[in-house]
């Protein structure tokens, strides 16, 4: 039933972005949304918490806001206050899901870039920072990044106890 609904969804998609309903269009985004969701697992490992995930999006909305001031300032000022550096950020006891989102969101944040996610022998995130002033202010931010993707999609495993 899951993966029905998929299709469905998917294939309603399709035909909303091509802006033509038509049955070759229809038949087309079918076929389409059927190879696709059948590489998407069904099995859910996590559920969502709406709240937690708008928690979560007004600080990373906070923190973009942020890191385009100083970069602004950066570029603006003749002063170099660059400081560039790596670091290795634990991600023990977070679920894929979790460290990708971090990843990415690390990513997106100007300022930063994540370069490596290693999985084994435990998961380590590896970014590099433009305004690298303090090690540990900076492994904490992206640990309070992990936590408030951990409570907007905990694993269902765990939401139950």
Do not use: C
């Amino acid at each position: 039933m899951k993966r029905a609904l998929t299709v469905l969804g998917l294939t309603t998609l399709w035909i909303v972005l091509w802006r033509d309903i038509s049955a070759a269009n229809a038949l087309s985004g079918l076929a389409i949304a059927a190879v696709v969701s059948s590489g998407i697992p069904t099995k859910a490992e996590h559920r969502v918490r709406p709240l937690a995930l708008a928690r979560f999006a007004g600080y990373f909305v906070v923190q973009l806001i942020e890191a385009n001031l100083v970069l602004a300032r950066e570029v603006v000022t003749p002063q170099n206050r660059i400081e560039t550096g790596i670091i290795a950020v634990p991600l023990d006891g977070y679920s894929d899901l979790v460290a990708t989102i971090v990843a990415n969101a690390t990513s997106l944040t100007p300022g930063t870039l994540t370069l490596e996610l290693a999985r084994r022998p435990e998961p380590v995130l590896y970014v590099h920072v433009l305004h690298l002033h303090d090690l540990d202010d900076a492994r904490a931010d992206v640990e309070a990044m992990a936590r408030r993707v951990e409570a907007a999609f905990p694993r269902i495993a765990a939401a139950a106890r």
